[in-house]
């Protein structure tokens, strides 16, 4: 293949680029809903695959609430416990919560912080999403 065309055509082909890594999990920014870029490398950042069930159960199984009052945040600290259910119990769980946090960092946006132990590798990992309306 040729970089141009004419009297100095240089044939050789172009250099191959090192591709990005491809992860099965993905890092989502919640408060766009957008996957997460990598500047180094161009392709997605990594999230470990526990984070991502859970910030994906938090995010889309539980319902936002119109007013941050202490009786909506215990019923949205109920209905988080409630969507991560199916990680949390059964056989073989596959996390254990270890708090939840709800809170608003700025006018018009709240957030949502998970802390919770990754029992397959025994690691601690805090998921946090963020609502703007």
């Known amino acids: 293949m040729a970089y141009q065309k004419g009297a100095h055509t240089k044939f050789t082909s172009l250099p191959v680029l090192p591709q990005p890594p491809v992860h099965s999990a993905r890092s989502i920014d919640f408060s766009t ?27 889309f199984e539980v319902e936002d609430t119109k007013f941050v ?10 209905r988080i416990v409630a969507a991560l259910r199916p990680l949390t119990s059964g056989d073989a769980p596959l996390i254990e919560l270890l ?31 963020v609502t703007v309306t």
């Open 33 to 59: 809903g957008i996957p997460e870029i990598d500047t180094q490398t161009g392709g997605f950042l990594a999230m470990p695959p526990t984070s991502q069930r859970v910030a994906l159960l938090i995010s």
């Open 69 to 78: 009052t202490p009786q909506e945040q215990e019923l949205t600290r109920r």
């Open 99 to 129: 708090s939840i946090e709800l809170g608003s960092d700025r006018a018009g946006s709240t957030y949502r912080r998970v802390k919770f132990r990754d029992l397959t590798k025994n690691d601690p990992h805090v998921v946090q999403t």
